[in-house]
Every structure is written in C-alpha cells, then in structure tokens.
C-alpha cells in the first residue's frame, strides 16, 4: 500500500527482485518506487478521482498549464499537433534518447491502428446470415390438448412447445388444464429434507450385520440407548465451540407444577453423563462423580447427582464434557452386551437386564433403565437443537414403541403413589385383588411406534381388561413423549378424550409426573 487507504497498489517488479546490479533497488530518492514516481500523473490528478461517475476533472495545474497527461488526452500522442511524431525540440524525440514513457523517449500512449481499408487488402468475407426460424408447428386443438401432459413434464420439443405455449394465450379451457397439471407434477417430486433420515443408521448397521452377525449382539432393549446417544454425539458434532454456552432451560413437573432450571449445552450433557452413571455403578463401572461429592447432595436421586456434578466443577462445563460421555456410554452398552453373551438379543431380564437399578425413591430393571436413559437422551437432545436452532427427529418407530410401553407400564404405579400423596383427586374406587381385572382406561397412541395399553385405574396389581374399560385417551405419540417428558402440561395435551373425566385427568397428570429433572 502507498498511505492511502482507499487505493490498491499494484505489484511493483522492482520490489519482487530487489536490488540490480548496480545496487538500485528501483526506488527514487524519495522511497518510491521507479514507476510510482513516473507514472505520469501528478498528485492532483490522483486527487480528483474521488467518485468514478464524476465527469473528467480538468487537469490542469495552479499555473494553469496542462498536465503531460492532459496533454496527451487531449492533443493525441507525440506533439501537441496530435499527429503522433515528436518534433526535434521536443523531449520524447529519440535525439535526447528518451525511453518510452519518459522525458526524453517515445510517446506512452500507442499509435492508431490502420484501417484495413487503407492497406490495399481484400476486405474480409461479411458473416453469414442467420438461418431462419423454423415455422412454427400448426396443429388443430385436439393434438395440442393431447401434448398437454407432455408439456407439463417439460417432455415437449421445442416447436411442440412453442406451438402449445401459443394455443394456451387462446384457448382458456386448455390454459385451465395445464395449470392443474402443473401443479400435479409438483406434487410428484415434492420437497424432500436435506437432514438425515433418523433410520438410516438402524437401516444401515442392519445391512451390515445381515452380512455379518455380530460375534457379541448388543441387546434389544439396550439399542435404543444406543442408537439415541450415536445421534446426540452426531449433533454435537455439528455446533461450533460458542454453541456449547447457548442457554437450555431443562423442564419437568413437580407436584403438578412446572419446574425449569437453567442451564446450557454442556451443562445438559454434564446432566446426562452424571445420571448415567447410575446405570454405571450398578454395572460396577466407574462412577463419573468420583469419590468426593459434596454433603449437601444426594447422590441417589438423579437431581441430586446433577447438583453434585455442577457444584464440584471450577468452571462452568465447557465442550471437554462430551469426551467422558461419549465413552461412558460406549462402556455402558459394551459391558450389557458381554453381560448378556449367549442370550439372545431382546431378551430382557436374561443376564444383567434383570439387575435393579435404584433412583432414589424407586428403582428400575436395567433392561428398563437403558430405555429410560435413552429416552432422556432423545428429550434433552431435542432441547440442545431447540436452543442451537438445530433439526432434529422423532427415534425410529421401533425404539420410539419401546419408550412408550415402558412410560405405559409405569403410569399403575405413579397413579398409586399419586394417591398416597393426596394428588389424585379420585380416590380408588374398587379395589381388587393383584392379577385381578380391574377398572381400566384405554391409552391409544398414534401415529410412529404407537400402539394401544390398558392402564388400570386403582391398584398397580391389577390387570387392564377392556370388559371393564371406563374412559378412553388418545394421543399422538410425540405428544405423549413430551408429556411424558414435561414438556407439555396436562391441560395443554392434545388428546381425544371418552369416558370418566377425573379417571382421564388423573392418567394425564400421572403421565406428566413420570417426568423428572
């Protein structure tokens, strides 16, 4: 750059290959460059070409002379005759042995070009004419409303087009038609989504195992965990390093009420890996809280192992958090699957799926507790994507199915605790003995992975029969998830109701309660 910051300085070949010979590094005595300083214009020439559309500045100097380059626009090249040759006085004649450019060489500016008419030289060939359009087609009505369907395709020639494209500026029935075939064609391709389909990787690992059986499966009821965690890290994969403090506000019901904390990515991920490690521990893993947690925390309850977890660390979780998540889970599904070697997979309760895993105040199968891992997973990973402005899907229908069973298995029992807590507004009505049929609402989910259940009403023992069916709900099952979830509050829920209006209130806020931190 020269010190003016609104020009380019082009490249200077005196600078790129120093100094000659002679020690001259082509520089003036006043530091610029040979060429810079022969350039043939002065500083107010450089001065007045302020806005490119202003007219020609007048390009004098203050005593009123021109310049040598207002002389050569306006004279010509050479002499001030504008004939293009230097007169004997003149400076760029080559008796002072001038070189081009410089006082005392050749013009800058080039010479004209002859004519070709003053070189006695036969004058070129004139181009050939354009050929002429083809007519245009002349077909009756009945052929151009049969090229219709073609024309909508864009399947025509380019006469049959021009010759339908005309037919349709007059006759208003045909126009009619080809607008509603258009509109047809674009139905057959419609849009499709550049995110990937959330079955692709089951499809794909299915493939590959079809070919090649796994010598060690991972279980059924453990895929899901798997599949949802794979997808997460995916996401994670995708954000960049300021995402990782993006605000998430993780939501849940609490005695019937709404709860949120506040938090970001990867402090939602700090969450999950310090649940799992309630899984982990019963696996005999390592715990990921380690030995020292705090007095005040529980460490039985997953909203205790949470707080423990964000007030041992320094700093605020950082995107160094997904490393140890990512590999606890790896361990996690490795060491159910080796557990479980020999047994086919799907089988729970066969091998370590029939472990407990305690949550505090209750306790899950480890078949069921991978499943409620994760559908925590899918959840919070929904809001990691809600917060970045990320897409994401539903889990496949499959793992989506068995999500919902297991929130469906526990609506029995979080009813009784319901009751005992004196939440529940209608009390049981008709107890009956454990295995016995008893009073029952029909939960029908729709949709992806849904499916219909039997909820008894008022004892956990008994058996759901539609003999004794008093109301019916249905709902989607994305919907049922994120009540489920607390994501949706029980009045919110959009669900066709029938039947016992409390026994249906109770069911949906017993649904809503199954949702925790």
Same mark, same amino acid.
């Given at each position: ?228 965690? %794979? ?88 995107? /160094? ?112 003995? %454990? ?76 649904? /809503? ?5």
């Amino acid at each position: 750059m020269n010190g003016r910051p609104d020009r380019f300085e082009a490249f200077d070949e005196h600078e790129a290959h120093g100094p000659d010979a002679h020690g001259h590094d082509g520089r003036d005595g006043h530091g610029r460059g040979a060429l810079e300083a022969h350039d043939g214009r002065d500083d107010q020439e450089e001065a007045s070409e302020g806005s490119p559309w202003e007219d020609a500045p007048d390009e004098r100097t203050d005593a009123g002379h021109r310049t040598d380059a207002g002389a050569a626009a306006h004279d010509g090249p050479g002499s001030p005759a504008g004939d293009g040759s230097a007169g004997p006085g003149d400076p760029g004649s080559p008796e002072h042995g001038g070189a081009a450019g410089q006082p005392g060489g050749p013009p800058r500016i080039p010479l004209p070009r002859s004519s070709v008419e003053d070189t006695g030289l036969p004058l070129p060939d004139p181009a050939p004419a354009p050929a002429p359009a083809p007519a245009p087609l002349v077909l009756d009505h009945r052929v151009l409303k049969s090229l219709l369907g073609a024309w909508a395709l864009a399947a025509c020639s380019a006469e049959e087009t021009v010759a339908v494209e005309e037919h349709l500026g007059d006759c208003g029935s045909c126009a009619d038609e080809a607008l509603r075939l258009r509109e047809a064609v674009g139905l057959l391709h419609p849009p499709e989504s550049l995110d990937l389909d959330p079955t692709l990787r089951t499809r794909v690992l299915e493939s590959c195992l079809d070919r090649r059986p796994p010598r060690i499966p991972v279980p059924g009821w453990a895929a899901p965990y798997d599949a949802e965690t %794979a997808r997460l890290d995916a996401l994670l994969q995708d954000i960049g390093g300021a995402e990782w403090h993006a605000p998430v506000r993780l939501r849940w019901f609490a005695a019937d009420r709404p709860v949120s904390r506040r938090t970001t990515v990867a402090g939602v991920i700090a969450h999950l890996l310090s649940v799992d490690g309630l899984v982990a521990t019963a696996l005999g893993l390592e715990d990921p809280l380690g030995p020292a947690v705090p007095e005040s925390a529980d460490p039985a309850t997953p909203e205790g192992r949470t707080e423990a977890y964000w007030r041992a660390s320094h700093f605020p979780p950082t995107r /160094a958090v997904r490393l140890p998540w990512r590999e606890q889970s790896h361990h996690l599904v490795r060491t159910v699957s080796f557990a479980v070697e020999g047994a086919s997979a799907g089988e729970a309760g066969t091998g370590s799926g029939g472990l407990t895993v305690a949550y505090g105040g209750f306790g899950l199968p480890l078949s069921d507790a991978m499943l409620d891992r994760a559908f925590e997973c899918w959840v919070h990973a929904g809001d990691i994507a809600e917060a970045v402005d990320y897409p994401y899907e539903p889990p496949a229908p499959r793992h989506l199915h068995k999500m919902i069973d297991l929130a469906a298995r526990m609506l029995p029992a979080t009813l009784a605790g319901r009751r005992r807590a004196g939440l529940s507004e209608a009390p049981a009505r008709h107890l009956v003995a %454990a295995g016995a049929p008893g009073r029952s609402l029909r939960l029908e989910i729709e949709g992806s992975g849904g499916g219909e259940w039997m909820i008894p009403l008022d004892s956990p023992g008994a058996v759901g029969s539609a003999e004794r069916e008093v109301a019916h709900v249905a709902l989607d099952g994305v919907e049922f998830c994120r009540l489920a979830a607390g994501h949706v509050s029980p009045q919110e829920a959009a669900a066709g109701q029938d039947g016992d209006r409390e026994a249906i209130r109770d069911v949906l806020f017993a649904a /809503a309660s199954l949702s925790r931190m």
